[in-house]
């Protein structure tokens, strides 16, 4: 019948996972580490924590090894140990939305109540190859050079109130961010809309579009 030590061993192994994504934050982090590899710095800016909170989310996500690290130099780059990390955690998100009443509204008081239309992946590519829209990334510059949908063009979104101008005024907008939970592809639409541009917005984004193995150029942002 087995050890009964042993068993619960077992059980407390598969625990420590859960352990670690039992925090908001470090599931920002790993939403954030999805996106391409990052310092602890960049991470804590960007997450809006103090440097040694930051070091210590990190380090309770290694311990439990969800991400790894490099070195270099002094800096320390963090990394998803791997892409069943990043489909653990949009299965985590999507069994939250399914089965959590309060995710809905918290969904909705975050992303915000918008009709704007939306797109799939399959209509993108199709729109994207048939040259009917221009694909706009609105992650930060760093986000887009880890890399992108095929073919995107970069303005995060902080700057696309005045880069208006490198959008063709008779093009169809399709923006994107990080994935189906981020703010900035929503706050794009909006803008481009209230200027009188075309625009719709991805259902999803990068995370769902690495995991579908899509096609995902890198380099530096345009």
Same mark, same amino acid.
């Given at each position: 019948?087995?050890? *009964?030590?042993?068993?619960?061993? @077992? =059980?407390?192994?598969?625990?420590?996972?859960?352990?670690?994504?039992?925090?908001?934050? #470090?599931?920002?982090?790993?939403?954030?580490?999805?996106?391409? !590899?990052?310092?602890? %710095?960049?991470?804590?800016?960007?997450?809006?924590?103090?440097?040694?909170?930051?070091?210590?989310?990190?380090?309770?996500?290694?311990?439990? /090894?969800?991400?790894?690290? #490099?070195? !270099?130099?002094?800096?320390?780059? &963090?990394?998803?140990?791997?892409?069943?990390?990043?489909?653990?955690?949009?299965?985590?998100?999507?069994?939250?939305?399914?089965?959590?009443?309060?995710?809905? *509204?918290? #969904?909705?008081? =975050?992303?915000?109540?918008?009709?704007?239309?939306?797109?799939?992946?399959? !209509?993108?590519?199709?729109?994207?190859?048939?040259?009917?829209? +221009?694909?706009? %990334?609105? $992650? *930060?510059?760093?986000? =887009?050079?880890?890399?992108?949908? *095929?073919?995107?063009?970069?303005?995060?979104?902080? !700057? @696309?109130?005045?880069?208006?101008?490198? @959008?063709?005024?008779?093009?169809? +907008?399709?923006? &994107?961010?990080?994935?189906?939970?981020?703010?900035?592809?929503?706050?794009?639409? $909006?803008?481009?809309?209230? $200027?009188?541009?075309?625009?719709? $917005?991805?259902?999803?984004?990068?995370?769902?579009?690495?995991?579908?193995?899509?096609?995902?150029? /890198?380099?530096?942002?345009?």
């Amino acid at each position: 019948m087995g050890d *009964p030590a042993r068993k619960a061993a @077992l =059980y407390d192994a598969f625990a420590r996972t859960g352990k670690a994504l039992s925090s908001g934050k #470090r599931l920002e982090l790993l939403d954030l580490l999805a996106q391409g !590899e990052r310092t602890v %710095d960049a991470l804590a800016k960007t997450a809006g924590l103090n440097l040694t909170t930051a070091s210590a989310h990190l380090q309770t996500l290694k311990q439990s /090894g969800l991400v790894a690290t #490099r070195r !270099e130099g002094v800096r320390i780059h &963090y990394r998803l140990a791997g892409d069943d990390v990043a489909a653990l955690y949009a299965l985590l998100r999507q069994v939250a939305q399914s089965h959590q009443a309060g995710v809905e *509204p918290a #969904r909705t008081a =975050y992303l915000g109540t918008d009709e704007a239309e939306e797109v799939d992946r399959q !209509e993108l590519l199709a729109r994207a190859q048939a040259g009917r829209v +221009v694909v706009l %990334d609105v $992650r *930060p510059a760093e986000e =887009y050079a880890a890399g992108h949908i *095929p073919g995107a063009i970069s303005i995060p979104i902080g !700057e @696309l109130a005045d880069r208006l101008a490198e @959008l063709p005024d008779d093009a169809e +907008v399709v923006a &994107y961010c990080r994935g189906a939970y981020c703010v900035l592809a929503h706050d794009a639409v $909006r803008l481009l809309n209230a $200027r009188g541009r075309r625009a719709v $917005r991805l259902s999803d984004g990068m995370l769902e579009w690495r995991l579908a193995d899509l096609p995902v150029d /890198g380099g530096a942002a345009a």
